[in-house]
């Protein structure tokens, strides 16, 4: 008995559809829609995760060098 080894064609899996590394049968415009997409997702997520890290950092160099919890309290 030798045991065989099935390959699923186009799937949901992590290489199938668009983002694939293939390039074969595209055009310039659909890879430059690519490009663009994954670099404006990449932008997003720094922007959201970077915004208040930022806030803070200007927050400490600013002249009257406040405190920590001065700058992360409402009051």
């Known amino acids: 008995m030798a ?10 899996g992590k ?4 983002g694939g ?8 415009t659909e890879c430059l829609k690519e490009w663009t997409d994954w670099s404006l997702h990449k932008a997003k997520v720094i922007a959201h995760y970077g915004f208040i890290p930022l806030i803070i950092v200007i927050g400490m160099n600013s002249d009257p060098k406040p405190q920590l919890y001065q700058l992360l309290s409402p009051v």
Request: net charge positive.
């Open 15 to 18: 290489n199938s559809g668009k």
């Open 3 to 12: 045991s065989r080894v099935a390959l699923k064609v186009g799937g949901k």
């Open 21 to 28: 590394r293939g390039g074969e049968g595209k055009s310039r």
